[in-house]
């Protein structure tokens, strides 16, 4: 008697309405939400279909099972859906992501609604740098906005450093953005000064890692969460650098977690450093503070 190998009980190709079934069920069975429209969206996304392409196919035509199969199982193993697909829409750009840096975020978009509020005239010769860049998200979005900017991303993780400078390239922004690994500002010419500090650091105090959903809890890199035993550590480190690093009357912005603006306003108050303005994210929670030096804050 002969045996089936599993690729053999497989067949390379199915129709759209049984790969979309069984891919729904076994989300629904990991406990992933909306598992129909995931798991549409992972068909597409294996196709290399747009959306409309895909619902103008019939449901029975058969098409590739892989890698669809493999990538919901991936998904149902809760790893994040850009992790999957390798990209991820932010602002006006569609970056690159992998497991070196966190998934950029629809709430870290609140920082470029601040830049420009700040700085309405989109041909100003900006001077950005944005610390722990991760995979860029922030530093090329501003300079998408802004032509004529140019800016250094800088990560402490030399894969997350390199994969920003994938995306660069990828935005077409490789002359205008550099990338470095390195702590925070150390990598830097310690004479060099800038409009805009952006940083999105890390800010879960430690004993609340645990109680992350798996999705970011499993998969996404620590270091790039844990923010010490407040949650604060970061950012004392940011407002003592930050005074060295501004310009006149240049900014810094900084995204801060839930409840932290209080804290974050005695941080720098400590370190010579006002909080003039905050922003909220589209919950209406307070999630970007715009920072200036002594009394450069003034009139802003």
């Not at 890698?67 to 690159?96: C, M, N, Q």
């Amino acid at each position: 008697m002969t045996h089936q190998s599993k690729a053999e009980k497989t067949p390379h190709h199915q129709p759209i309405q049984d790969l979309l079934a069984r891919g729904a069920a076994l989300l629904r069975d990991a406990g992933v939400e909306n598992p129909r429209r995931e798991a549409r969206l992972l068909l597409q996304h294996a196709l290399g279909l747009t959306p409309e392409a895909l619902l103008g196919l019939s449901s029975r035509a058969e098409v590739a099972a892989e890698p669809f199969l493999a990538w919901v199982r991936r998904r149902a193993r809760h790893e994040p859906f850009a992790y999957i697909t390798g990209s991820k829409g932010f602002w006006s750009l569609d970056l690159a992501v992998s497991s070196a840096s966190l998934v950029p975020r629809g709430d870290t978009e609140t920082l470029i609604t601040a830049l420009l509020e700040l700085y309405p005239d989109r041909n100003a010769a900006l001077s950005v740098l944005d610390l722990g860049t991760g995979t860029g998200c922030i530093l090329l979005a501003a300079l998408a906005e802004y032509r004529n900017a140019w800016g250094v991303g800088v990560d402490i993780n030399p894969a997350a450093a390199s994969l920003a400078h994938v995306n660069a390239r990828r935005c077409n922004m490789a002359d205008r953005a550099l990338v470095m690994a390195g702590q925070w500002a150390e990598a830097l010419n310690p004479q060099t000064r800038f409009d805009v500090v952006f940083s999105n650091p890390p800010y879960i105090p430690t004993t609340d890692l645990a109680g992350l959903m798996e999705e970011v809890r499993a998969h996404e890199p620590v270091r790039a969460l844990d923010g010490g035993q407040d949650g604060l550590d970061a950012y004392r480190d940011l407002c003592a650098r930050l005074p060295h690093l501004l310009r006149d009357n240049g900014v810094g912005i900084f995204e801060i977690g839930i409840g932290q603006e209080q804290d974050l306003r005695a941080i720098a108050a400590q370190n010579g450093v006002d909080v003039v303005r905050v922003l909220p994210d589209l919950a209406g929670i307070a999630r970007c503070v715009v920072l200036r030096h002594g009394q450069a804050s003034t009139g802003i």
